[in-house]
Every structure is written in C-alpha cells, then in structure tokens.
C-alpha cells in the first residue's frame, strides 16, 4: 500500500512563493517587450493622454454641436470644400514623385470643381470618375528614400514619425490657407476645418473606444500600417478608399459624406480621431 509522504513546514511554506515565481516567469516570457518602432512609448503616451483630454472636454463637444445644427448637405460642401483646397498641394507632391498622372487628376479636379462646382462646394470631378490621389511631403521623401524613423504623438496634431514631423514646415507651406486674408478670415477657416473634420469622425471614435483594449497601439499600429502601405504602394485613391470600408474599416459618420481632405501642416494620423486633420 502507498503510504503518504508529509512534507515539512519548511517545504510547505516555499511551494507559493515557487509557484508565484513560475508563474511570473510565464507571464514575462508571453510579454511582448518595448516596440521598437516606438522608443519613445512612455512620453508619447502621455502625451497622447494630454490631446485625448483636450479632445474631450473641448473639441468633441463643439463637434458634435457642429454635426447637430449644420444640416448634412452644407457639412458636406464644407468637406468638398477643403478637399478641393488639399488638392493642389496633392498635385505639386505627385509631381515631385514623378507620378504625372495623379498629378493631371488632382490639377483637373481642381480646375473642375472650381469653376463648375461653386469655388469646391460640390465634388463634380468625382461624379466624371476622376479620382482624388491624396499626397504630402512625407509621403514625397519616403518616395526619394526617406525612412519613417520612430513614431511620434504630437501636442494636438496625434500621431506622426520623425519623418512626418520634418516634413510638417513644407506642408504647412503648402497648404493654400495660407494665402487667405485678412488673418482672422484664415483663422476661421482653420477652426472650420478642424472641427468639421472631427464631427465627420465621430462615430469612428466611438467604435474605437468600444473595441479597443489598447486605444494607443491600435492607433498607432494602425497609423504605421497606413504610412507604409502608402509609400509601398503610392497614395490611396477615394475608390480605395470606400473598398476598405466595405471590407470592415471603421465607418464614416455620414454615409454620404467623404472625410475632409487632409490638411496641408498636419501629421499623417490614424484614421480615428485626431484633434486636428490628417494628412
């Protein structure tokens, strides 16, 4: 017969301390450690908190405000409006990557929608079936070798690299609020388009805070994958664009209404809720 074997007082006090040091041995070998396209994690999450706070109690509610009480139809020619703007500068980096077809596109979408679509207020190039190809100068020096260097989170602007933080001055140049005047008329511009930006992006923010165990990698994995696959593959056209929807990207606030068109002097972000446009 088998006999039971007692184990010392000694014996019995290690196994827990045993099995809580085996345990925490296999919870750091299944840990992913430091991502190392983000080294600067801890500050940029802060940082990321600071515009998340920002967002909340001052951005969010003047959107949803603005989604409120501007009717569909007139938050929609606002959108065209700045997408017509962004393609200019569009057009000027196509040319600097040496894509001339996007380039011819995005000058006859601005021509077309200028003259005949009320300064930019209706999308006529896109009811002929001429796309949107959407550009900037980060995506410029990725096309001449430049690499994306660690990911940013920037005060307000959101997520960037190192690359698309340099890139901001040229963009900034580029972007045709600039020759706007008088001053307080291009600041209003400025305001208009931030906050219509963010009512269109409303519900894709709240399907991030539902889905998201980690809002700060999602957003950024997200963001890198997109920078990526835009420099591997050139910019992503409207038409992309809706086939990534259909597929299961986050939706639009407004069905029938496109994102704003990003603005010039904005960081690339993800495609969620930045406190300010993307690229």
């Known amino acids: 017969p088998c006999t039971r074997t007692q184990m010392s007082p000694r014996v019995s006090n290690l196994l827990p301390r045993l099995c809580a040091l085996l345990l925490a ?25 600071f515009n998340e706070h920002v967002d909340t109690v001052a951005l969010k509610p003047v959107a949803i405000a603005y989604r409120d009480i501007v009717p569909p139809l007139a938050r929609t020619g606002v959108a065209n409006f700045f997408g017509n703007l962004s393609d200019i500068w569009s057009a000027a980096n196509s040319l600097m990557q040496l894509k001339v077809q996007y380039a011819a596109d995005n000058v006859l979408r601005f021509g077309l929608n200028t003259v005949f679509g009320l300064g930019g207020l209706l999308d006529i190039a896109s009811d002929l079936g001429i796309e949107r190809h959407r550009e900037d100068f980060g995506q410029t020096l990725g096309f001449w070798g430049v690499g994306h260097g660690p990911y940013m989170v920037l005060p307000l602007l959101g997520p960037s690299t190192l690359r698309d933080t340099l890139a901001l001055p040229v963009d900034r140049q580029g972007d045709p609020l600039r020759l706007v005047g008088p001053t307080e008329l291009e600041t209003g511009l400025y305001v208009l388009r931030v906050v219509d930006f963010r009512a269109n992006v409303l519900r ?7 889905v998201a165990l980690d809002k700060y990698r999602f957003t950024r994995d997200a963001y890198l994958q997109r ?23 986050i939706p639009r606030e407004d069905d029938d209404t496109d994102l704003p068109s990003p603005a010039p002097g904005s960081p690339a972000g993800a495609p969620m809720a930045p406190l300010l446009p993307l690229r």
């Open 25 to 49: 041995a296999s919870l750091a070998g299944c840990a992913t450690g430091p991502d190392p396209r983000d080294p600067w994690e801890p500050w940029n999450r802060r940082v990321d908190r």
């Open 204 to 210: 894709a923010s709240t399907v991030l805070d539902q």
């Open 227 to 249: 920078r990526r696959a835009d420099a591997a593959r050139g910019p992503r056209t409207d038409e992309e664009r809706e086939s990534d929807a259909q597929d299961g990207a």
